[in-house]
């Protein structure tokens, strides 16, 4: 699961105010360009003023991905969708806006933001799309598509980033949104208990207001939902301070392909009574059953937060700054974010902002502390940056003095994403490396792209820069190319090459985004083929007629 | 002539971006726990008052940044001199006894007068009280000129120009030094105070004093009522599909 860049990154601190969601970038026009990397690129972005400089003339239409994916064919076991089976969809929801049939009818309109990503990257023919409102209904869907071979597709918020909750065929979408309650909320253990349609943001609100947090932020919050977040176990930015979900989320209420209703909705801490199953759901995306409800410990929300931001000469710099954080502000540390100069300039050459520090530096680093009391966390702080500067791990840095300024810096880590865009297209990577080698992969990368005279300031060259960023606490790079235009040349020098220096520091190829169709053939890379032949047994026994979101993930 | 004795100002309020929440007695805004920062307005005083200084000419001899206010206004006067001041005043006023415009600007009268400031400028309100009233109490009891809600300044020997906002447009004034600017939200962009500035702010020097050492007794003249929240807006309705909200459009008249 990803974290989909914002358009507005410096409102995401912001509490109060609407996150923008992923579901307003559809304006953006996308590069009318072929390609089958499996990199994850993004649209471009409108600039600071809102507008598109030196936009390609728009795409009418998103690529099919089927068409992106040649080698990919329809399984001739599924059944097609006849008028009986809208029917008895009709029938059992009842609502009518509760199904989109583009079966009897022409629905295209209707049906085709479910049939494709945000991203315009990925989109598929499904024809129809059911909204269940209750688990007891989600039950039946299943239980009819598995007994009439109807593949589905398990559809939360839409904003993934590797194409895995869109349809590929015709697979019918069974959207959540219409599941959106919040069940219960304990004020003593934390405890928060509700469906799974329940937008992130709506519920972290809930939650502010009863001074918790929810365990979880990412950028797309305003439209990404619970139940697609702990299905693709989404990563984000609060993980260094709170955990994976796999941690967090406590129970969780199911169905399977079979109608089988898996009421685990437990509220309690500890539960060593037998196999953990739960945890096949949370990262399965959708493989192996529906999450229709979670119950989730939520920590108390802190009231003290102040961020820092440095300039630092050299990555070993970045990693003894990184031990003294974790030494000296130790739990009230909350995040800590790497970016490279590169992508720093790429920011201040796309927004024409003011720089918060004065020269060049090799590496930036963003420092957030959380806390319960202000005068207790400034101490810790101040003696950190005292500390640093003094031992000259850091050459320059800012703290934030007020709301304003925190945002400010904030959005130069959370900007990054979006102004890569500008150029025209990005290759994106989202690994995980041992810390020490963290950032040798983007000088490999950098090293031989330019070596095959790749890398150029004018449009002569595909490529404008390769560039790295990421979860430094979560050892989480982002290996980010920003491209005019998406070139074969380019993906032939960057695959498999990402992939096999990956493996051979045994990291992982989709630290949060997930596997979807993008990543589903190169998982070879990060796992043995015991491990995929263990996971592909546990398909088989969940679902083994595989109607689940087919076609991806194993 | 000499050089500029610049006078800056500040406060300590609660943080523009916190949400402030009326006490249960309601007579105050909830200021315990909450976040505090500088006034947006001062900050851009104190911006000034430094490039001012860059620009050398004519030359600044002193930034001097002054605050009354509860003990931890020491804080934003810490701030100020991150960003470029040479040292603090601090006028320790507990928040009971928190001081009305007035008794501000013969405050500041009295600091002026001690200091030998021939430029203060300040924020043009501060965002807590909202009175906007002190500098053109400061400029009356000074009687000295005074241009508001500067958006551009330009000191040449002794004329300051300013360019100012007003409804319409913009207008420009010229004056004499001595006198008083109030800022304006696009005079100019805050820097950074950057760490090795905050560290060097530690060792300037910053003087503790009371309204007594100033010779003044500034008692209210006025007395808080009541304060309320505003009332809270009325939520809407849900409804379930298309055809539910066109029945209720309808039942409402608008359709």
Redesign the interface.
Known sequence: MALAPRLTASLRR?A?SPRPSPLIQRFSPICPVRWTSSATSEPRQPDAEGTLKNAPAPAKTIQFTAETYPNLKRHSKFAKLTQEHVTFFQDLLG???AVIDGLSKDASEDIEAFNSDWMRKYRGHSQLVVKPGSTEEVSKILKYCNDNLLAVVPQGGNTGLVGGSVPVFDEIVINMQRMNKIRSFDEVSGILVADAGVILEVADNFLADKSHIFPLDLGAKGSCQIGGNVATNAGGLRLLRYGSLHGNVLGIEAVLPDGTIVDDLSTLRKNNTGYDIKQLFIGGEGTIGIITAISIVCPQRS??VNV?YFGLESFEQVQNAFREAKNQLSEILSAFELMDGRSQRLVKTVTGK?R??EGDHPFYCLVETSGSN?DHDSEKLQTF??SV?EKEI?S??????????L?DLWSWREGISECLGHWGGVYKYDLSIPIADLYTLVNDTRDRLTKAGLVGEDDSYPVVDVLGYGHMGDANLHLNVPVRRYDKEVEKQLEPFVYEWVQKRSGSISAEHGLGIAKKSFIGYSRSPTMVALMKQIKNLYDPNGIMNPYKYI | MSGLRILVPVKRVIDYAVKPRVNRAQTAVETANVKHSMNPFDELSIEEAVRLRERKSPPVDEIVVFSAGPPKAQDVLRTAMGMGADRGIHVVVEEKQALEPLGVAKLLQKVVAEQKSNLVILGKQSIDDDAAQTGQMLAGLLNWPQATQASKVQVEGEVVTVVREVDGGVETLKAKLPMVITTDLRLNEPRYATLPNIMKAKKKPLEKKTLSDYGLDVPPRLKTIKVTEPPPRQGGVKVDDVDGMISKLKELGAL
């Open positions: 912001v109060l609502v009518e806006s009231p003290a820092a003011k918060p520090l202000t940056l005292e500067m850091v320059d840095g800012v703290l934030a003095q007020d709301q304003t300024q945002q």
